[in-house]
């Protein structure tokens, strides 16, 4: 019956969202994501019930909202993200793509570097976060530092590799004009070549932020202390409090397309001239 | 229970090997190692095949709970401790204990001297590792009958989630961290510590040892009278296993060594292993000690303000298994 049921909600917001896409109102992607959200989640819940499904394989979202409508929850829950978004992912993301952009400028000046670090940049961009985490737990402590140099590791080289082509995307016709403007390196630098960057160095903060998540998280299995996103995720499937568990996951999912969001807002306010940002 | 092994053995001969046997999955609490020797040991010296199974042993890891894998019908029976297993009951999923074939709690607190550690009141102010994933039931239940808060502060103790190492010890990260008598207490001698070094507290000298490495299935598979009989003969084919361990420990470690798909584990470590095993599996033929169970109810209980589970549970073990075998 249940089953039923969901294939009824499943065909009438296909329906819904099918009639309204024919529509050209400015609210109608926003309503139509909307509508598709909700029926996933309806039917989620309904499949659950209806299949009988264990609560320790997959909780309803009707459980997973009752957890974290709890005020219990919720100071558990902010406990964890000031502990793993705030501590651990942020002042990762800040260290290490700032830290990138520094080198970039400055393997930009030195052909040695550039043939040298990139090569390098790429082997210690493809190692494991698995292998990373227990070494800097025995390095950094178990605290938030040393999930916050896994993040810097993680976003340091995607950051380098996309500001050091950003830095290539000036022509010679372009830093001719500069010189014969007699601007200097660094006045060549500032207004011509970062400007000219600025999508590439979008692009790779883009990305260093949702690896910046995810190293915060996977690197509190390896050694935490009783708190953190991913302390709580793998403390509670162990409890099979999986509720819990998506909990956390909403919470992180939330805090993660908040973060990349920001980031391409602030994108779409610098770097409004590009042909990529037009036409919006 | 020779006597009814053997009888089990002559039917297993007479039915022949045509018959195709009966199929059973045990998923195990952890990985490949001598800790569950006697499965290993039943599986290669065909004590399964004798009682007509065919057993599929599936190791565990730093990521799996036997509970959920059961629970997704990914196994018949687990290998579980006995706090996990009742907090997954709580929680829905109906755990029963079958058979006990671990007699006594392996799980110690192992502290440096040269931190001060004298007895559980001086962890006021210190750094603890403790494991969690579901094994961090019996510390918590140790720390709130010491009244011991465990949310760090001068009066409470700082609790670390150890990694399922010693390194927070050997880096002086922690005061104290969690071993097994059988496997992390020698990773701490074999980092060059002396016994001399370390203070130990034994979960079970403080009284508040838990029943570990429990047989578990669903209440349902008890119901069911042939799935039981199956049972039946798994647990009775399973005690034969540990016999044999306990009577040939360095065949039962290579034993194990060989079904080491990862090939981690060494042969002096796995043979230290198992004789540290025999001294927990010691004495029992895996009918559980239903006092012992009571204890460790009455110590996950008395958790506090964060009991570990919140009411007496009921069912949570049965004899019917075991009393099928004598």
Redesign the interface.
Known sequence: MLIVAALAVWIAGWALNHWLARRRERWVPLISALIFGATLLLIWELLVRGLAV????LPPPSAIAARLADPATQGLLWGDFVQTFVKGALSGFVIGSGAAFVVAVVTDRSPFLQRGLLPVGNFVAALPIIGMA?IM??WF??GWQSKAAIVVVMVFFPMLVNTVAGLKETDALQRDLMRTYAAGYWQTLLKLRLPAAAPFIFNGLKIASTLALIGAIVA?F?????RGMG?RI??E?????LDMVWAVIAVAAVAGSAFYGGIALLERAATFWHPSQRER | MKRVLTGIMALGLSAGAAEAADELTLQLKWVTQAQFAGYYVALEKGFYEDADLDVEIKPGGP?I?P??VI??GGADVIIEWMP?AL??RE???PLVNIAQPFKRSGMMLTCLKETGIESPEDFKGKTLGVW?????FPFLSWMSQLGIP?EGGDEGV??????FNV??LI?K?ADCVSTMTYNEYWQVIDAGFTPDDLVVFNYTDQGVATLEDGIYTTEENVEDPEMADKLARFVAASMQGWEYARENPDEAADIVLEYDATGAQTEEHQRRMMREINKLTEGSDGTLDVSAAETTVDSLLSGGEAPVITKRPEGAWTDKITSMIE
Do not use: H, W, Y
Not at chain 1, 237 to 241: A, C, E, Q
């Open positions: 264990p609560a320790v394989i227990p737990v025995m402590g178990f509190e390896f050694g935490s202390p009783t302390f793998s403390t499937v162990g409890r099979l409090s | 990521d709970a509970p959920q629970a997704g996990a907090a997954a929680k829905g999923l969690f994933f579901g094994n961090e465990t700082e609790v670390l989630k150890q990694g390194d927070p880096q990260q």
